[in-house]
């Protein structure tokens, strides 16, 4: 049922440890992203993938790599994990068609990601 | 040149009363203005969106009024209710290969009983 799942939806981690982060998405969207959002809600956006091809790619440490297998899935790993990895990371799909306007995103209910 | 800027921070209205919230933008090229909704817990949601053509967008309770020449847009909620409280994101986009969006610093209304 759930349009956009990512999984899981806590993550507790110590410094220095290696996580993953999952999200799939039943829409048939063409293009996926990872965003960020900090303590202050401020939401930046990652990654974006389209159709298994990265397109976006904001300046983000190399610790974090967006792996997309199929055009449904996308997944984030995180190396050497920091005190400031600390966040809820959203999955996000839209369908990808030049136009602005048409690319609602439809998001995930986020990943809190805390790192001890 | 990519930021948006939304005021103000936080706001505590009366059931009834007329939250707005502000967003403002430099980059010309944005031809895609959405407001976002998000619930604690929850991911963000499209709640209504503008294109630089039109100045005014109505549905439902909402309202978004877009000023062309100074680069500014803003979201009014009439007869605003409880259920109403929530995060409120402004975001700006353009399309072409590199579709994105840039969203504001968000807006967390309270809207008492």
């Known amino acids: 049922d759930t349009a956009v799942s990512q999984t899981p939806k806590y993550l507790v981690t110590q410094m220095g440890n290696d996580k993953s982060i999952k999200c799939e998405q039943n829409l048939g969207h063409d293009t996926m992203y990872w965003y960020k959002q900090d303590s202050k809600k401020f939401l930046k956006i990652m990654f974006s993938y389209n159709n298994k091809e990265l397109i976006i790619n904001e300046t983000v440490p190399n610790r974090f790599s967006p792996k997309s297998p199929d055009k449904a899935h996308l997944n984030l790993h995180i190396n050497s994990l920091e005190l400031g990895d600390s966040a809820v990371y959203f999955c996000?799909?839209?369908?990808?068609?030049?136009?602005?306007?048409?690319?609602?995103?439809?998001f995930g209910a986020g990943s809190r990601l805390t790192v001890l | 040149q990519q930021q948006v800027k939304q005021s103000p921070q936080s706001l505590i209205v009366q059931k009834g009363g007329i939250p707005i919230i502000n967003c403002a933008y430099e980059?010309?090229?944005?031809?895609?203005f959405p407001w976002y909704q998000q619930f604690p817990g929850k991911g963000p949601a499209l709640l209504i969106a503008i294109r630089p053509d039109v100045s005014e967008k109505k549905e439902g309770r909402f309202t978004i009024s877009f000023n062309k020449s100074a680069k500014q847009f803003s979201l009014h909620i009439m007869d605003s209710q409880p259920g109403d409280s929530a995060t409120y994101f402004c975001?700006?986009?353009?399309?072409?290969?590199?579709?994105?969006?840039?969203f504001g610093t968000g807006t967390l209304l309270a809207v008492q009983p």
């Open positions: 996000a799909s839209s369908p990808h068609t030049g136009d602005s306007g048409a690319n609602v995103l439809t």
């Open positions: 975001a700006a986009g353009f399309g072409g290969a590199t579709n994105k969006l840039i």
């Open positions: 980059n010309t090229a944005f031809d895609y």
